[in-house]
């Protein structure tokens, strides 16, 4: 008779202690597992932009129902927690739009330890915590975007998505179109590629030439940069246009809220704005001087099949 094999047993394991948290203060693990980011809710409250707000966050600057928070990538829930912001409530904030007409030695920074001028100053103080799209030099004037909505500001000037920028330049010298078609082209830069996605001569004087162009990056200085390298000094410098904001009239010094139109079209230029594509940076090929780069001593792209080195004779 054949035997059948029973079945194998399970044996019950012992209850085991439950785990201790291992949670350390100021990680996303104390705070909370779901919810929203808490650099989101930072931004969404007007304090900075988003990547702004993650600096706050690591200098330990934000505190979570009384606890500090350091890590990224912690979670919280607005309505249930209470978060403090340099010893200050978070409070919700009614989301402002402004186009500021910069003139030269104002600074788009948040804070300066120099004590200069700011842009945010220039806006009514009742408005709370509002911050620069992006940024123009001290010696730069012209258009710049002022509000507290963090994920538009990220959005407008996260290089990946390519807003247009639109500058009138006035540089030193005459601008011949050999100038013009290589801003167009680009040309190679400390950090890497650059160029212009649009450029031309609007007027021309004795010794200065006035130039419109179009960027779709946010590199330091780039217009300048651009034009140093094709031997151009910048004499002048004004941003006229920001996507569909435009400066028009609006007087050096002065300030005007986006009409609700003007914002709607702003929202959609970000998010129909698609991702630049940058060409790569191409690798330098090793010089030609008769060997090969990965085998030095033998000519490189020559072999005889089923040749040998000949084999020298011992002495």
Not at 184 to 195: D, P
Not at 264 to 290: H, I, Q, V, Y
């Amino acid at each position: 008779m054949i035997k059948r094999k029973s079945p194998p047993r399970h044996r019950r394991r012992s209850p085991q202690p439950a785990e201790r948290s291992t949670a350390v203060p100021g990680s996303a693990e104390s705070v909370r597992s779901d919810g929203e980011r808490l650099q989101k809710v930072l931004a969404a409250a007007g304090v900075a932009s988003r990547r702004e707000c993650e600096q706050i966050i690591l200098e330990g600057r934000v505190e979570v129902d009384g606890e500090v928070v350091t890590e990224l990538g912690s979670r919280v829930r607005p309505g249930e927690q209470t978060i403090h912001f340099d010893g200050e409530q978070l409070r919700t904030q009614k989301l402002v739009y402004f186009a500021v007409n910069k003139p030269t030695g104002v600074v788009c920074t948040s804070r300066d330890p120099d004590g200069r001028p700011r842009v945010i100053d220039m806006l009514p103080p009742d408005i709370g915590r509002v911050f620069t799209v992006g940024r123009l030099d001290l010696a730069s004037e012209g258009l710049i975007l002022v509000t507290n909505d963090g994920a538009l500001a990220n959005r407008l000037t996260h290089p990946r998505h390519g807003v247009r920028k639109v500058y009138e330049v006035q540089v030193a010298g005459e601008v011949g179109p050999t100038v013009v078609q290589q801003l167009k082209k680009g040309v190679h830069l400390a950090e890497g590629f650059a160029q212009a996605s649009g450029a031309k001569v609007k007027s021309k004087k004795k010794r200065s030439s006035v130039l419109e162009m179009t960027l779709e990056e946010g590199r330091n200085r780039e217009v300048r940069r651009l034009l140093a390298r094709l031997g151009h000094k910048v004499q002048r410098l004004t941003r006229i246009a920001v996507g569909p904001i435009r400066l028009g009239e609006l007087p050096l010094g002065a300030t005007r809220k986006l009409a609700p139109e003007e914002v709607s079209k702003l929202r959609k230029w970000a998010e129909e704005s698609r991702p630049t594509n940058r060409p790569k940076r191409r690798r330098r090929r090793p010089e030609k001087t008769g060997q090969s780069a990965t085998h030095p001593g033998k000519e490189p792209g020559r072999r005889v099949i089923g040749s040998q080195p000949k084999k020298r004779r011992a002495k």
